[in-house]
């Protein structure tokens, strides 16, 4: 059974930082892309970063600099750290696992972050 459970969201002052975690079971994780997504009320569930199976990264413009996405293909997990974070950057964060040639997509339940003063 496919699983990605996502943790490490919360309620965070302007400026303060927060990790998220991704921990996936059920498949093979080091063959699959990986990614953050998030999705403000009233809007769409944009891209905030990528991470490939070989270790690329891309990211949104609007988080490079203060947000890293990383992968440890030994413990199946996929981490967003989060700094100098803005009021918005509210939102629910979705973690993605994809590999396109198989037409693998997955998805987490999300992890709410608050970022309010």
């Known amino acids: 059974q496919v699983q990605l459970v996502e943790s490490g969201g919360g309620l965070v002052q302007p400026g303060g930082s927060l990790r998220l975690s991704c921990a996936t079971s059920g498949f093979a994780f080091s063959l699959y892309a990986t990614g953050w997504y998030r999705q403000a009320p009233g809007n769409e569930r944009e891209l905030v970063a990528t991470?490939?199976?070989?270790?690329?990264?891309n990211s949104a413009d609007s988080v490079r600099g203060r947000f890293t996405i990383s992968r440890d293909n030994n413990k199946n997990t996929v981490y967003l750290q989060m700094n100098s974070l803005k009021p918005e950057d509210t939102a629910v964060y979705y973690c993605n696992a994809r590999r396109t040639i198989f037409n693998r997509d997955y998805w987490g339940q999300g992890t709410q972050v608050t970022v309010s003063s």
């Open positions: 991470i490939t199976s070989d270790g690329r990264t």
